[in-house]
């Protein structure tokens, strides 16, 4: 129970953000900001981590409000949430992202109270420990693949089916040997690159609400 | 649950009427007032639900609204909102949704539904069904003059439909050469009689009516709760929503592709190329379900109205029966999501409809012109929630394929194919049964427009006609 | 700044409990880990790629020292997070269709929950408790949880072929590819683009 399920590791992170209000924008709104123009694909920071595979950042403003008879509280601090399925524990996972993408750390983790920076790794890490939450119970669909081994086989499925649509009907001496020399194209072909989609016309959100 | 006033309700909504003709004329009110008269003119004509025990009707007539014909009669704004977002927005507006884009894209419309100026909207569908097309006639005539004499309306277009003749008979096949009707659901008090495989699934098997409430408002659905209706109830209850949507047939590219696919497919021949066509669809061009009957179709088990659609999918995981990607697997997945098929009680559709244009027969000669001819289906579909239920079924199961386990595949004949597209034919060891992957799908069948409407009970029908709709 | 990221949803929700009623919660959670048959239901339902819960109790949410200010609250929180494939309408009608007593068990410690069924009040509820994302990263966008099972079959039914393949006759080698083919043959789907959300 916890944090691991298989291969997989659900990191939570809690940071609070600083209060500041000489700060304009807040803190909080910077990181907001700062996030809204972050790339989410292939450009990402985060397909140089070779072991995440969905991560999310969320500022939490506060707690939530249901409704009388509950009582209405609030949150002295906001908070960045940094939610991970990876492949590593918080000290190796954090460490790879100190050592890959520290420019983005610290954009982001700057707005953040007592963050120490990238530069000092056992800082960082000790800083990282004192924000990490007990996941309670972490759900897998595909818990013993790391990242690199999807996106493998990702490609393999798709060249596969390229490769047994083209060679229907081909007599057996042929097929054996086209099929050698696939599979030696496929296993030498370099990882696909991770966070890319198709190009897609112009797509619009459109509205369904709560009536559907 | 309450027993249906089959008097309020629409017929069309209740029953397909297996008349073999039929015309479709849609409206374009010119006066709200006088539109309102031909309603009170209507409401004398319009058939409804009652049971033709006394024997059955020469013609039917059955009316229903786009929004903006609501609008154009007047309901209050606050009534007018109270209509699900998108039967507001209109069916040409959710595009992107249906995958109505490229080649079924509004461009490429009948000018009918293409034409978006204010005098050009679709405000009604004005249905006529009838036995013979004397009849038809007759009672166009008549509905013709009724719109005169009211000087209510212009009819803009009209669609004729008629059941295809083969060798001198009347019968259910569209023109690809698929036995239509089959697997229309079963809900609670509104047949007489229940099929095994219409309704849902139930742990022990068996087959149970599905909530009326997935078919009409105002009534139970699946979810244990009234579906989303408009205000007042008394406008909503006992009325339902239609999609009509024109969709051609590309009869020449169907036929091209069959034979083509065919010779590599098992031993090639006459045998195999109907196998193959059932592997499309699952079932085979006479209705047998490939689920039961895999090798051979089998005309005692689709006229056994116990068997022609009582099967699941829990044997054939594999697809070697039944194609995972079939149309009808898609559609109507039964069992194969888990769950006892609790997945898809609320994804359920009733389909009416006829072809329309010429029937080519199977051994005429074709070319590329061919697929130029008017020729496909008028097909409409009702049910409680366009969004739950047509528009995911359209979005999620036909022009998708995660569901099915098929990533973005689509339906063979129904989907919107960019270039490149395949479709997987699971098989086995067995010669007769090979896999098979059919690659560089066509487009076989093109929208050629629609809309989204209402199917107001006879209540609802009166309120409207004596302008006297209050959303309190 | 979506909560879409392409063919993946990131929901986030949190929801307030009373303290007590913390530890029956963490109960449930201890036997769903432990009795496996009952993830059965999770796993079947397969558009979840991650999901996790997450209790913060009152006094536990990170306090790094000064100048923040410590908590003081009434409730423990339970926070959720969820990475699932398909419209965020079709997510809910199937958990309220299919899991809803495995829903209740985990939410009706929270306040104000009306129950998973009938689905229009539970949507309701879901929409005041949900937050927003604001950076989502997936390394494959353009797989499902189906996809990525599927492309881990037909791997390793590749990898399997190919360490026998170039021994064989040619007749060997056809029956094998055969019985490949057949092996993958349900797990071949094209992946890509998501539906337009709606």
């Given at each position: 129970m916890g944090n691991q399920n298989g291969k997989v590791y659900g990191l939570t992170l809690l940071c609070p953000i600083l209060e500041d209000d000489r700060a304009t924008p807040s803190h909080d709104l910077q990181i907001r900001y700062y996030l809204a123009q972050l790339s989410t694909g292939p450009e990402s920071p985060f397909t140089r981590s070779s072991s995440t595979h969905l991560a999310r950042l969320v500022v939490m403003d506060d707690v939530v409000y249901v409704g009388a008879p509950a009582c209405e509280e609030h949150l002295n601090s906001k908070y960045l949430i940094f939610e991970t399925n990876c492949d590593s524990d918080l000290d190796g996972y954090m460490t790879e992202l100190a050592q890959t993408i520290p420019d983005t750390l610290d954009q982001i983790w700057q707005h953040c109270t007592g963050y120490p920076g990238t530069r000092d790794l056992s800082a960082f890490l000790r800083y990282m420990r004192s924000c990490q939450i007990e996941t309670t119970f972490f759900f897998a669909a595909t818990n013993d693949k790391n990242r690199n081994e999807t996106l493998a086989a990702l490609q393999t499925q798709r060249s596969v089916a390229e490769f047994i649509t083209a060679h229907q009907g081909m007599d057996p001496a042929q097929l054996q040997r086209e099929f050698v020399a696939f599979a030696g194209r496929l296993k030498s072909a370099p990882l696909p690159k991770p966070a890319v989609f198709p190009q897609s016309a112009e797509r619009s959100i459109q509205t369904g609400g709560h009536n559907e | 649950m309450s027993k249906l006033n089959a008097t309020d309700i629409q017929g069309f909504v209740l029953r397909g009427y297996n008349m073999p003709y039929a015309r479709y004329c849609f409206l374009h009110f010119t006066s709200a007032p006088n539109a309102r008269a031909l309603m009170r003119e209507l409401l004398g004509v319009i058939t409804t639900g009652q049971l033709w025990d006394q024997g059955k009707p020469q013609s039917t007539v059955n009316i229903a609204f786009t929004h903006k014909g609501l609008v154009s009669l007047q309901l209050p704004l606050a009534t007018l909102i109270t209509f699900p977002v998108e039967f507001q927005l209109g069916m040409k507006a959710r595009g992107g949704i249906l995958g109505d884009t490229g080649i079924n894209g509004p461009e490429h419309w009948d000018n009918l539904w293409q034409d978006d100026s204010e005098d050009a909207e679709v405000h009604a569908w004005l249905a006529i069904h009838a036995l013979s097309q004397e009849v038809l006639e007759d009672r166009f005539v008549y509905l013709q003059a009724l719109i005169s004499q009211t000087e209510s309306a212009q009819i803009l277009d009209t669609q004729d439909a008629a059941a295809l003749v083969e060798g001198g008979k009347v019968t259910l096949k569209e023109h690809f050469g698929y036995t239509d009707g089959f697997g229309n659901p079963d809900y609670l008090g509104v047949c007489r009689s229940t099929q095994p495989g219409q309704g849902k699934l139930m742990p022990d098997g068996t087959w149970q009516p599905l909530a009326t409430g997935e078919l009409l408002l105002g009534y139970a659905d699946e979810a244990g709760e009234l579906p989303v209706a408009p205000v007042p109830h008394i406008l909503a209850a006992n009325g339902t929503f239609m999609v009509y949507r024109k969709l051609h047939q590309n009869v020449a590219t169907f036929r091209r592709f069959l034979d083509s696919w065919s010779s590599r497919y098992g031993a090639g021949d006459a045998q195999a190329r109907e196998k193959l066509a059932s592997k499309f669809i699952g079932r085979w061009r006479d209705g047998t379900p490939v689920e039961v009957s895999p090798d051979a179709p089998d005309p005692t088990l689709t006229q056994d109205p116990n068997r022609s659609t009582n099967f699941t999918y829990s044997n054939d995981a594999a697809g070697t029966r039944c194609p995972v990607g079939a149309h009808i697997r898609r559609v109507h997945p039964r069992d194969a999501?888990?769950?006892?098929?609790r997945l898809i009680n609320r994804r359920r559709i009733t389909r009416r409809g006829l072809p329309y244009g010429p029937y080519l027969p199977e051994d005429a000669q074709f070319d590329e012109l061919t697929d130029k001819t008017d020729r496909g289906v008028a097909f409409m579909v009702l049910n409680a929630s366009i969004s739950r239920q047509f528009e995911f079924v359209q979005q999620q199961w036909i022009n998708y394929g995660n569901d099915a386990h098929q990533g973005n595949e689509k339906d063979l004949l129904l989907g919107n194919h960019g270039p490149g597209e395949k479709y997987v034919i699971q098989g086995d060891r067995n010669a007769a049964n090979p896999p098979l992957i059919c690659a560089n799908l066509p487009n076989f069948v093109e929208l050629r427009g629609g809309d989204y409407f209402f199917i107001p009970s006879i209540t609802a029908l009166g309120l409207i006609a004596m302008n006297l709709v209050d959303p309190r | 700044m979506s909560n879409i990221n392409g063919k993946v949803y990131a929901m986030n929700a949190i929801t307030p409990m009373r303290t007590w009623k913390t530890w029956i919660l963490r109960l449930v959670f201890f036997i769903l880990w432990n009795v496996k048959p009952l993830q059965n239901d999770l796993i079947n339902l397969s558009f979840i790629q991650f999901a996790r819960w997450v209790i913060i109790p009152r006094d536990k949410f990170p306090f790094v020292g000064a100048p923040q200010r410590a908590e003081s609250l009434k409730y423990d929180y339970l926070l959720f997070f969820s990475n699932f494939n398909g419209t965020w309408n079709q997510y809910i009608d199937a958990f309220s269709a299919v899991l809803s007593k495995g829903l209740d068990l985990i939410w009706r410690w929270s306040e104000k929950f009306p129950g998973s069924t009938p689905v229009t009040i539970f949507k309701e509820y879901i929409a005041r408790v949900q937050f927003d994302t604001d950076y989502y990263y997936t390394a494959y966008p353009n797989a499902t949880a189906n996809d990525v099972k599927a492309a881990h079959v037909v791997q390793q039914s590749f990898d399997t072929l190919i360490d026998r393949a170039a021994g064989m006759t040619p007749e060997q080698f056809q029956a094998a590819y055969l019985d490949f083919v057949i092996s993958v043959q349900a797990h071949l789907g094209d992946t890509g683009e998501a539906p337009v959300v709606f």
């Amino acid at each position: 129970m916890g944090n691991q399920n298989g291969k997989v590791y659900g990191l939570t992170l809690l940071c609070p953000i600083l209060e500041d209000d000489r700060a304009t924008p807040s803190h909080d709104l910077q990181i907001r900001y700062y996030l809204a123009q972050l790339s989410t694909g292939p450009e990402s920071p985060f397909t140089r981590s070779s072991s995440t595979h969905l991560a999310r950042l969320v500022v939490m403003d506060d707690v939530v409000y249901v409704g009388a008879p509950a009582c209405e509280e609030h949150l002295n601090s906001k908070y960045l949430i940094f939610e991970t399925n990876c492949d590593s524990d918080l000290d190796g996972y954090m460490t790879e992202l100190a050592q890959t993408i520290p420019d983005t750390l610290d954009q982001i983790w700057q707005h953040c109270t007592g963050y120490p920076g990238t530069r000092d790794l056992s800082a960082f890490l000790r800083y990282m420990r004192s924000c990490q939450i007990e996941t309670t119970f972490f759900f897998a669909a595909t818990n013993d693949k790391n990242r690199n081994e999807t996106l493998a086989a990702l490609q393999t499925q798709r060249s596969v089916a390229e490769f047994i649509t083209a060679h229907q009907g081909m007599d057996p001496a042929q097929l054996q040997r086209e099929f050698v020399a696939f599979a030696g194209r496929l296993k030498s072909a370099p990882l696909p690159k991770p966070a890319v989609f198709p190009q897609s016309a112009e797509r619009s959100i459109q509205t369904g609400g709560h009536n559907e | 649950m309450s027993k249906l006033n089959a008097t309020d309700i629409q017929g069309f909504v209740l029953r397909g009427y297996n008349m073999p003709y039929a015309r479709y004329c849609f409206l374009h009110f010119t006066s709200a007032p006088n539109a309102r008269a031909l309603m009170r003119e209507l409401l004398g004509v319009i058939t409804t639900g009652q049971l033709w025990d006394q024997g059955k009707p020469q013609s039917t007539v059955n009316i229903a609204f786009t929004h903006k014909g609501l609008v154009s009669l007047q309901l209050p704004l606050a009534t007018l909102i109270t209509f699900p977002v998108e039967f507001q927005l209109g069916m040409k507006a959710r595009g992107g949704i249906l995958g109505d884009t490229g080649i079924n894209g509004p461009e490429h419309w009948d000018n009918l539904w293409q034409d978006d100026s204010e005098d050009a909207e679709v405000h009604a569908w004005l249905a006529i069904h009838a036995l013979s097309q004397e009849v038809l006639e007759d009672r166009f005539v008549y509905l013709q003059a009724l719109i005169s004499q009211t000087e209510s309306a212009q009819i803009l277009d009209t669609q004729d439909a008629a059941a295809l003749v083969e060798g001198g008979k009347v019968t259910l096949k569209e023109h690809f050469g698929y036995t239509d009707g089959f697997g229309n659901p079963d809900y609670l008090g509104v047949c007489r009689s229940t099929q095994p495989g219409q309704g849902k699934l139930m742990p022990d098997g068996t087959w149970q009516p599905l909530a009326t409430g997935e078919l009409l408002l105002g009534y139970a659905d699946e979810a244990g709760e009234l579906p989303v209706a408009p205000v007042p109830h008394i406008l909503a209850a006992n009325g339902t929503f239609m999609v009509y949507r024109k969709l051609h047939q590309n009869v020449a590219t169907f036929r091209r592709f069959l034979d083509s696919w065919s010779s590599r497919y098992g031993a090639g021949d006459a045998q195999a190329r109907e196998k193959l066509a059932s592997k499309f669809i699952g079932r085979w061009r006479d209705g047998t379900p490939v689920e039961v009957s895999p090798d051979a179709p089998d005309p005692t088990l689709t006229q056994d109205p116990n068997r022609s659609t009582n099967f699941t999918y829990s044997n054939d995981a594999a697809g070697t029966r039944c194609p995972v990607g079939a149309h009808i697997r898609r559609v109507h997945p039964r069992d194969a999501f888990g769950f006892e098929g609790r997945l898809i009680n609320r994804r359920r559709i009733t389909r009416r409809g006829l072809p329309y244009g010429p029937y080519l027969p199977e051994d005429a000669q074709f070319d590329e012109l061919t697929d130029k001819t008017d020729r496909g289906v008028a097909f409409m579909v009702l049910n409680a929630s366009i969004s739950r239920q047509f528009e995911f079924v359209q979005q999620q199961w036909i022009n998708y394929g995660n569901d099915a386990h098929q990533g973005n595949e689509k339906d063979l004949l129904l989907g919107n194919h960019g270039p490149g597209e395949k479709y997987v034919i699971q098989g086995d060891r067995n010669a007769a049964n090979p896999p098979l992957i059919c690659a560089n799908l066509p487009n076989f069948v093109e929208l050629r427009g629609g809309d989204y409407f209402f199917i107001p009970s006879i209540t609802a029908l009166g309120l409207i006609a004596m302008n006297l709709v209050d959303p309190r | 700044m979506s909560n879409i990221n392409g063919k993946v949803y990131a929901m986030n929700a949190i929801t307030p409990m009373r303290t007590w009623k913390t530890w029956i919660l963490r109960l449930v959670f201890f036997i769903l880990w432990n009795v496996k048959p009952l993830q059965n239901d999770l796993i079947n339902l397969s558009f979840i790629q991650f999901a996790r819960w997450v209790i913060i109790p009152r006094d536990k949410f990170p306090f790094v020292g000064a100048p923040q200010r410590a908590e003081s609250l009434k409730y423990d929180y339970l926070l959720f997070f969820s990475n699932f494939n398909g419209t965020w309408n079709q997510y809910i009608d199937a958990f309220s269709a299919v899991l809803s007593k495995g829903l209740d068990l985990i939410w009706r410690w929270s306040e104000k929950f009306p129950g998973s069924t009938p689905v229009t009040i539970f949507k309701e509820y879901i929409a005041r408790v949900q937050f927003d994302t604001d950076y989502y990263y997936t390394a494959y966008p353009n797989a499902t949880a189906n996809d990525v099972k599927a492309a881990h079959v037909v791997q390793q039914s590749f990898d399997t072929l190919i360490d026998r393949a170039a021994g064989m006759t040619p007749e060997q080698f056809q029956a094998a590819y055969l019985d490949f083919v057949i092996s993958v043959q349900a797990h071949l789907g094209d992946t890509g683009e998501a539906p337009v959300v709606f």
